[in-house]
C-alpha cells in the first residue's frame, strides 16, 4: 500500500494525452476496463483527444464533455479544466501534466490520493531500478510514484485480461475460420497469412516484391494508415477496407480498424504477425505466433537501444535463434529485409515454439492491472 489510504479504493482518475497513434488511448482504455470489470472500480478517463478515442471505441461521440460508455465515465480533457474533486488514485499516463486546479484538489485531500505515474514499456534493465521509485512534490504535501510496465517480476508487468490466455487457447482453427470469414478473408490453407500494422518503413515495399515474386502464396491483411497506404503505393492502386489486390503470389487485402478485441482474435488467427508501438506489440506476445515487431521511432535512434534490450530478454543471452533478430533489426531499419524473410519463415514453427514458453513465463511475472490494484490497496 502506498500514501496513507487503507480502505478499498475505488475512485479513479486516469489522465491520458495523446501524443499521436492509439497507443496511449489504446493503454489507457485497456487499463480502465480492466479496472471496472475485474477490480470493481470507478473509473473516470480524461482524455484530451476524442477522435483518437473513437477509431477505438466507435460508439462513443467526439464533440460531448462526459459521456459513460462501458460503466467508464469518459470526459474530455480540455485546457479550461473542470472544477471536480480529486479521486482516490490519480494516473498520470505516460508523463502527461495533469491540469494545475486538479492537483490543487489533489493536495486538499486528506489522505491524499494515490498518484501514479504510468510509464512508457521498455525491457531495459534500469527499468526495475525505477520501478516504484518516488518523487514528493516540493511545493505541495503530495508524492508521486512511478510505475513501470515490464517483463520480468521487478517491474509492473504487462496489461493481460483475466481469461485472456484461457481464451486464446480455447480459440481453434473453427473459431478462426468463423473469425475470419466474418472480415471476408477467404480460407484458403495454402496461403500464408500476415497481418501487416506498422509505420512508414522503407522494408514494407521491399519485403510486398520479396512475397510477390515468392514461390507459394502469402495474404497480407493490412491495418488502415500507414499499412494501407504503402501497400496501395506498391500497387500504384487505390486501397480501402475490403479492397483486395493481387500480384503474383501476393495477395494484399485492406481490414477495417478493428476494435480490440477483434484485432487480438486477428493475430490469433494469423501465421506471422508485424506489430508496432506498445500495446500491439504486447497484444503479439499474448497472441503466441511469430512476430516482427516495429518499435515507435524516437530522435537518435535510442528506439533501437530498446528494441535490443527486448530481443536481448525475448530471446535469452546466448540465441540460437538469429532469423528473428536479424529480421527485427532489417524490419527497424539495419540490414537486409529479403534475406533476413525468407530465414524467418523457414523458422516459424521454432518461434512459434518459442512464444508459447515466452508468455507463459511473462505470464506467472503477473499483470499490470493486479499489479497496480494491488499497490494502491494494499492487498
Ligand atoms: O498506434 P501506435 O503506434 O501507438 C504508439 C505507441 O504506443 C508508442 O509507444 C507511443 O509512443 C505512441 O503511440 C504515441 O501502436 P500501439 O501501441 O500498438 O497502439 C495501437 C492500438 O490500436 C492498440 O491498442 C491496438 C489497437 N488496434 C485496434 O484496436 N484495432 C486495429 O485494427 C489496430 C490495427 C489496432
Given at each position: 500500500m502506498i500514501g496513507n489510504v487503507e480502505l478499498t479504493i475505488d475512485r479513479w482518475d486516469i489522465f491520458c494525452a495523446v501524443v499521436d497513434n492509439f497507443g496511449d488511448i489504446g493503454t489507457c482504455w485497456r487499463l480502465a476496463r480492466q479496472l471496472v470489470t475485474e477490480h470493481e472500480a470507478s473509473v473516470r478517463l480524461w482524455v484530451d483527444n476524442l477522435e483518437s478515442f473513437v477509431v477505438l471505441c466507435p460508439q462513443a461521440v467526439v464533440d460531448v464533455a462526459a459521456q459513460v460508455i462501458e460503466s467508464i465515465e469518459i470526459?474530455?480533457?480540455?485546457?479550461?479544466?473542470?472544477d471536480v474533486d480529486a479521486a482516490d488514485v490519480v494516473i498520470e499516463a505516460f508523463g502527461c501534466t495533469i491540469p494545475d486546479n486538479y492537483v490543487a484538489k489533489m493536495a486538499w485531500r486528506d489522505p491524499a490520493p494515490v498518484w501514479i505515474n504510468l510509464e512508457y514499456l521498455s525491457a531495459e534493465a534500469w527499468v526495475e531500478d525505477c520501478h516504484l521509485a518516488r518523487s514528493p512534490l516540493s511545493r505541495l504535501p503530495l508524492s508521486k510514484t512511478f510505475f513501470f510496465p515490464g517483463f520480468t517480476a521487478s517491474t509492473g508487468g504487462l496489461l493481460c485480461e483475466q481469461g485472456l490466455l484461457a481464451e486464446r487457447a480455447a480459440f481453434d482453427q473453427d473459431e478462426a475460420d468463423a473469425f475470419l470469414r466474418r472480415l471476408g478473408v477467404p480460407l484458403a490453407t495454402a496461403e500464408l497469412r500476415v497481418s501487416m500494422f506498422c509505420y512508414d518503413n522503407p522494408a514494407l515495399g521491399k519485403l510486398l516484391t520479396e512475397w510477390n515474386s515468392g514461390p507459394s502464396p502469402i495474404r497480407v491483411l493490412v491495418s488502415p494508415g500507414a499499412a494501407t497506404r504503402q501497400a496501395a503505393d506498391w500497387f500504384g492502386n487505390h486501397l480501402q477496407p475490403g479492397t483486395v489486390l493481387t500480384r503474383n503470389s501476393l495477395t494484399v487485402q485492406a481490414l477495417p480498424f478493428l476494435s480490440q478485441s477483434d484485432y487480438d482474435r486477428l493475430l490469433w488467427s494469423c501465421d506471422v504477425n508485424f506489430v508496432r508501438g506498445e500495446d500491439s506489440f504486447v497484444r503479439a506476445q499474448w497472441a503466441q505466433q511469430p512476430f516482427v515487431w516495429q518499435i515507435y521511432p524516437q530522435s537518435a535512434d535510442t528506439h533501437l537501444v530498446k528494441l535490443d534490450a527486448f530481443l536481448t530478454r525475448f530471446l535469452g543471452e546466448t540465441t540460437e535463434m538469429p532469423a528473428v533478430r536479424n529480421c527485427w533489426h532489417a524490419w527497424n531499419g539495419a540490414g537486409d529485409i529479403r534475406a533476413a524473410w525468407s530465414d524467418f519463415a523457414a523458422n516459424r514453427r521454432r518461434i512459434q515454439q518459442h512464444g508459447k514458453v515466452w508468455a507463459s513465463q511473462l505470464d506467472r511475472t503477473g499483470n499490470l492491472a493486479d499489479n497496480l490494484v494491488r499497490l494502491v490497496r494494499g492487498n
Open positions: 470526459r474530455h480533457w480540455t485546457p479550461d479544466f473542470p
